[in-house]
């Protein structure tokens, strides 16, 4: 089954990476459960994260693109530092050491939940990685991506922060 899922989710990569055309705004819609641990077993639940917006990313460890934008995803934290944001950043179908030996050589600040059998990626109707949605405050899917991107330009920055809640 790992072997199906990284042979399929790998072509599912080239194919992002030569679409990659941005974040695209959605028709709102309700984001799906997410409720996955860490490597350390912590459990998040995205619907604790309402009055928040939640950047979602699902990634492996051997898609190019999905490493290429690792960095900027951990300076979009710091840049966002003290706002009402978090990021999930899913990883699919890997093990925990796949992921501390990727962590060693960038490292990130942000939690790692792990998709182990990547029903979290199919539930929120993912094809590619990287793919990732933004979902608001409300817990309503805004933006989508498949494909990477640099998280802390500033084209991302001004439709992530044009969601933040001001109260």
């Keep these: 089954m790992r072997v199906l899922l990284a042979f399929t989710l790998t072509l599912f990569i080239v194919f992002a990476h030569a679409a990659d055309t941005g974040l695209h705004a959605v028709t709102p819609?309700?984001?799906?459960?997410?409720?996955?641990?860490?490597?350390?077993?912590?459990?998040?639940?995205?619907?604790?994260?309402r009055g928040r917006v939640v950047l979602v990313n699902f990634?492996?460890?051997y898609c190019p693109p999905c490493l290429?934008?690792?960095?900027?995803?951990?300076?979009?934290?710091?840049?966002?530092?003290?706002?009402?944001?978090?990021?999930?950043?899913?990883?699919?179908?890997?093990?925990n050491s796949d992921v501390q030996a990727f962590l060693k050589q960038v490292p990130v600040t942000f939690p790692i939940l792990m998709d182990r059998d990547g029903t979290r990626l199919k539930a929120w109707k993912a094809f590619a990685l990287p793919s990732s949605f933004?979902?608001?405050?409300?817990?309503?899917?805004?933006?989508?991506m498949f494909g990477g991107t640099e998280w802390d330009e500033?084209?991302?920055?001004?439709?992530?922060?044009?969601?933040?809640?001001?109260?």
């Design 154 to 167: 500033p084209d991302s920055m001004d439709k992530l922060t044009a969601l933040l809640p001001t109260h």
């Design 134 to 144: 933004v979902v608001d405050a409300q817990g309503r899917v805004r933006y989508a």
């Design 68 to 95: 290429k934008e690792m960095p900027s995803m951990e300076r979009l934290k710091k840049r966002m530092a003290g706002k009402p944001f978090a990021i999930f950043s899913v990883n699919v179908g890997e093990q």
């Design 59 to 61: 990634w492996a460890t």
């Design 29 to 49: 819609y309700p984001a799906q459960a997410l409720v996955l641990t860490d490597m350390h077993g912590k459990k998040f639940d995205l619907a604790n994260y």
